[in-house]
């Protein structure tokens, strides 16, 4: 089993950390048209309501998550990896399972809710800068959509059962960076999010797992469009818990498709009777096959290791010091 498709997507994420994409906007004739939205809602919890468009089916792990279902007679070990990873999952993207796991019915986290309210057109500053990205792409000239860049900030308020009162930290998302730079010289256009949690009240007994969270994207030019909803190529997210270690998520939607989950320093995984210190779970869409590898100290080339402060190298990580768990998984199609 090939164990390649990583390498494609780890250049996104540092897209991201750069703040802003490619720099393309040298010599462009467009300006930067980002500004300050400020909102409210009644909930920030996403699920599929009958009569209308599903949305759940655009959130990040719909696919993964789905995908990491053992196929019949796989072996109880496959079924308790994918129980531990799914519940990792749940617990930093505020996902509720299905009745029977093999799936979820709601997801509450400020990534998928973002990517929600610009795919459903709901802020026209957000048309507005992909209809940039249409505009320069087809007219050959870069440009460049950036909040930061303008001193602008997205902020979200969830106002449902707080009977008028100031919003709890977990209420209120705000949102440094929202990017979408166009590159026609390579008839691609990349994206960026950033979103930094408040800090918790001192009584606060149970803060939000989620203390950031980066995600980047490349698009292909044909298929990008400046309404509804966009499919990338490739995305990368970067998420840090509070108490569950660091999480890398990378996917590839073209050639050979596959989604990578990373977990670094993880607490209460158990796999083979060891709670690793990294976790790399690859599922390959295509094969319809899990490969988890996972290290018991620390990968080579980490920034424990090094004393360095880059990321962990994911490509160390999945040649893993332990023999890996292999299985075979439900197939899904059509991946959104």
């Known amino acids: 089993m090939r164990h390649s498709c990583i390498f494609a997507a780890v250049p996104l994420l540092a897209v991201f950390l750069a703040g802003c994409g490619p720099d393309s906007s040298s010599g462009s004739n467009f300006h930067n048209p980002a500004e300050s939205v400020s909102l409210s809602f009644e909930s920030f919890e996403l699920s599929n309501e009958e009569g209308l468009p599903e949305v759940l089916p655009q959130t990040l792990f719909h696919d993964f998550y789905r995908g990491l279902e053992p196929a019949d007679g796989e072996s109880d070990e496959s079924a308790d990896v994918t129980a531990q990873l799914r519940g990792r999952l749940d617990l930093l993207m505020g996902l509720t399972p299905s009745d029977d796991g093999t799936s979820y019915t709601s997801a509450r986290n400020p990534l998928d809710f973002l990517r929600h309210v610009i795919a459903s057109n709901q802020v026209n500053n957000f048309d507005v800068g992909r209809q940039l ?185 999945l040649k893993g010091e332990n023999e890996p768990i292999v299985y075979n998984t439900v197939p899904i199609e059509q991946r959104q």
């Open 133 to 317: 990205m249409r505009d320069s792409m087809d007219r050959g000239e870069p440009a460049t959509y950036n909040t930061r860049s303008n001193n602008a900030l997205i902020r979200f308020t969830e106002t449902g059962g707080n009977n008028g009162a100031d919003p709890e930290p977990d209420q209120r998302w705000i949102y440094p960076l929202l990017d979408w730079t166009s590159v026609p010289q390579s008839d691609r256009i990349f994206s960026a999010i950033q979103f930094i949690a408040r800090a918790p009240n001192d009584d606060e007994p149970n803060p939000p797992e989620l203390l950031s969270l980066g995600w980047s994207a490349q698009y292909a030019n044909k298929g990008f469009s400046a309404s509804g909803y966009n499919q990338p190529e490739f995305a990368a997210t970067s998420m840090t818990g509070r108490e569950l270690g660091n999480i890398e998520f990378f996917q590839v939607f073209t050639g050979e498709q596959s989604g990578t989950l990373v977990l670094k320093q993880t607490s209460g995984i158990t796999l083979n009777g060891q709670e690793p210190s990294y976790i790399c779970a690859e599922l390959d869409y295509q094969q319809s096959t899990v490969s988890v590898f996972y290290f018991s100290g620390t990968p080579e080339g980490s920034s424990e290791e090094t004393g360095t402060d880059t990321n962990p190298n994911p490509v160390e990580c």
